[in-house]
């Protein structure tokens, strides 16, 4: 039987505790797990925010829209 743990504390989440689902949108890197409280939920989800916003703002990005005469 393999083990649950919160991606962002890294605890051990027993059978049938409540789980929370982390909600991401255009992450590059989005995390793979879920968390073990409603603050850990939080905590990763602002994280991938950031990410996120590092990424489409970054001058690196080839998605900024921009045209390439």
Known sequence: MSTVRCV???RE???GEATFE???FLDPF???GV???P???SEKENESRM???LLYNSPLN???GKKDD
């Open 8 to 10: 962002e504390c890294k």
């Open 13 to 15: 989440i027993l059978p």
């Open 22 to 24: 982390i909600r991401t």
């Open 30 to 32: 989005p995390p793979d």
């Open 35 to 37: 968390a073990c409280s």
């Open 39 to 41: 603050k850990c939920q």
């Open 51 to 53: 990410r996120t916003l």
């Open 62 to 64: 080839p998605y900024t």
